[in-house]
Every structure is written in C-alpha cells, then in structure tokens.
C-alpha cells in the first residue's frame, strides 16, 4: 500500500501494520488509522513516527519510553483493557509523544498521556494517568547523561 507521509515522502507500507484507533487520538478524534514507522537512531535513543494514513500531514514523533528509563510504571484500567482488547503483557507497546524543540535538547516527552497499542490485534488508544508522578512534558535531556564528569 503507497502512503505519502510528513517526513518520508511516498512509501510503501504493509496494510497489516495498520493501527486502529477507535476513538481517534485527543485533538484528532477524525483520525483513526495510524502507522508506526522507523525514523531515525541517535545513539542508544530510538525515534518512530506515528504516521496517519488519511492526512499526509499529520504524524507524530514517539518514542519507546522503556529505552529511556525502565522505572516509568503505570497501571492500566479495565475499561482500556477492554478497549483495545489486551490479553496479556505480550500484547502491549508503550510510546510516548515527543515535543521536537530547537535546540533538540530542549525537546519533551509527555509521559503522562502514553499511546498504549495492542500489537496483535492493532488496535491503540491514548491513556491518561490518573496520578501526578508523571508530567506532559518531561525534558528529554532528563533521560540523557552527560558526558561531563566532576565539577567544572
């Protein structure tokens, strides 16, 4: 299936990796169909974007928060469950929006409202956390380590 995207220009993508999102995503509710494709590496960091079949100018940059940090830990709800379906651990893939900033250190991650997908059924939905240990827009550079050691 050809697809024109935001920042790949026209490519080619299986329609099996499709994400239903039945509710659309906040901000986007007319939106329900999505596609997860590899953008670039910067290091150990792993961007994808979150590509819209429907609007070539819509897609959105996310990340894998857990290769950033493998503290972020929230529960999901029953109703989110049922919602997309999930029938086990296996089943579940966390992303997290990226805000692009300049300069790109200044970027943020909203790990308050992760994109949870089932990802064999395909099916995703954006989950607010109901607890306030998590912020809309945590800097990137949080997740970074400096190469600078000792005091200058």
């Given amino acids: ?28 509710e007319a939106e329900k169909e999505f596609v997860l494709m590899e953008m670039s590496s910067i290091g150990a960091v792993v961007f994808q974007v979150l590509q819209s079949i429907n609007t070539p100018a819509l897609a959105f940059i996310v990340i894998d928060p857990y290769v950033l940090t493998n503290t972020y830990e929230f529960r999901l709800d029953d109703a989110i469950i049922e ?28 790990l308050k409202a992760p994109i949870i997908i089932n990802q064999r059924k395909k099916i995703g939905k ?27």
């Fill in 1 to 28: 299936m050809k697809l024109s995207t935001k920042y790949g220009g026209e490519v080619t993508i299986n329609p099996d990796n499709v994400i239903h999102f039945p509710s659309g995503i906040p901000g986007f």
């Fill in 83 to 110: 919602r997309i379906k999930l029938e086990g651990k296996e089943d579940v893939s966390v992303r997290a929006l990226v805000t692009v900033k300049s300069p790109f250190e200044e970027s943020t991650l909203n």
């Fill in 126 to 152: 954006q989950f607010i956390i109901e607890n306030d240990l998590y912020a809309t827009k945590t800097p990137l550079s949080s997740f970074v380590q400096s190469e600078t050691k000792g005091d200058s």
